[in-house]
């Protein structure tokens, strides 16, 4: 690590813990993840804690979410105090894609025999950082922003509902390698745990293809994040499977407010003034919420 970030032979890492360390010396199950930030140009760290039951924070109301997770939208939310969100993705997996090629051109002008080099190794941690990163703000974003809803519960679909193969390539790329399913549901459960919101994981199986005017799962069609239906409906595809997903869950019973849609700069998740044009053209209950 120190050959690779250029630290002096006399430099420490110095790190401030919140918390009680949840290990000893004795036990060997702790486990602390570092990194180095390259936006930020500062070193993170993730360690397991514990802290004490006064110190947790409780929902502030009895509200239920279900999430969509998927590749092009990361993230797609539906509450039932009538929010959405929406964290879009496609940036995020064409910077991965631009690395896995170069990785690929790389590994190509290699001798026979050679399967690596320290810059193709040092490209992989860095796509794997950046992935993790956004990954992790959104984690902390969503949930934070669900903590201010009320939210005390959060549905997500099962895993195998997800990792399904796919015929596409490139969709098995953003599946498998780009998307990490079960390390982000891992974070979005450790983080969700800190303002006492359980995530409880449950099959979503044809949300994505089920019409929410007349239930029909075989006259849908998707294209891109548009979903229609032979009876008249169109709607974003995301997000009206978070809305299916939820009411499999839940009643909901609140009109759907305008989807707040969300994009990565590399640092940070912020909303995004683009508004889901199909969403609101064709559900007459949408309402105009600002956060």
């Known amino acids: 690590m120190k050959d690779e970030y250029g630290l002096g032979r006399q430099e420490r890492l110095r790190l401030e813990v919140r918390g009680e360390p949840n290990w000893t010396e004795y036990d060997k199950q702790g486990r602390l993840e570092l990194f180095y ?13 514990t802290i004490d039951n006064s110190r947790l924070v409780h929902p502030l109301a009895d509200e239920t979410a279900a999430l969509d997770i998927g590749a092009n939208n990361l993230v797609a939310c539906t509450t039932t105090t009538g929010q959405r969100y929406l964290y879009e993705g496609r940036d995020l997996f064409e910077r991965f894609r631009e690395t896995t090629r ?13 399967y690596s080099s320290h810059r193709i190794r040092s ?19 969503l949930i934070e922003r669900l903590y201010e809803d009320g939210v005390a519960t959060v549905y997500v679909g099962a895993l195998t509902d997800v990792l399904d193969t796919h015929w596409s390539v490139e969709t098995n790329a953003k599946t498998h390698n780009f998307r990490a399913f079960r390390a982000f549901i891992d974070r979005l459960a450790c983080t969700a745990e800190e303002y006492g919101i359980s995530v409880e994981v449950r099959s979503e199986a044809w949300t994505s293809q089920e019409c929410p005017n007349c239930g029909s799962t075989d006259r849908t069609t998707r294209h891109r994040d548009t979903l229609t239906c032979l009876c008249g409906f169109e709607g974003h595809a995301d997000l009206t499977a978070s809305e299916t997903f939820l009411k499999r869950q839940t009643t909901v019973t609140r009109p759907m407010a ?28 949408v309402a105009s919420v600002g956060r």
């Open 37 to 49: 930030d390259e936006n930020a140009q500062t070193f993170r760290a993730f360690q397991p804690v």
């Open 258 to 285: 305008r989807p707040v849609r969300l994009k990565w700069n590399d640092h940070e998740w912020s909303e995004s003034p683009r508004s889901c044009s199909n969403e609101e053209r064709t559900n007459p209950q």
């Open 123 to 141: 490209l992989y941690r860095r796509r794997t950082r950046r992935r993790d990163h956004a990954q992790d703000a959104l984690a902390r974003d």
């Open 102 to 114: 170069e990785i690929a051109r790389l590994q190509s002008l290699l001798d026979d025999g050679r």
